[in-house]
């Protein structure tokens, strides 16, 4: 195990992170960050508070006066499922 081939793999650059990984990332982040800011004020507040603040559902409910964390996940379901239909129109119109 660990030959001298495991030394030679270990020097090899990283495929996945190239100028042309660096680029596509870019692209699919500027993709993402457009499809988010045509989601409504309160379903981008969802997304950032799970997933940016990575708050719990419980938490999330708590600060938006939803009652309980199955409410909270329905909610934050509801912004997910806006962000895919913003991205999926998004890639038909292109």
Known sequence: MGGPAQGRLEHLPDPGSGPE??????QELDTLQNAISHLPADQRLLLKLR???????????????LGDSNRAWRHVKGAI??????LHHKNSAE
């Open 51 to 65: 997933f940016q603040e990575g708050l719990s559902l419980k938490k999330i409910a708590q600060l938006k006066n």
């Open 21 to 26: 990984a660096e680029a596509q990332k870019q």
């Open 81 to 86: 499922d806006a962000l895919f239909a913003q």
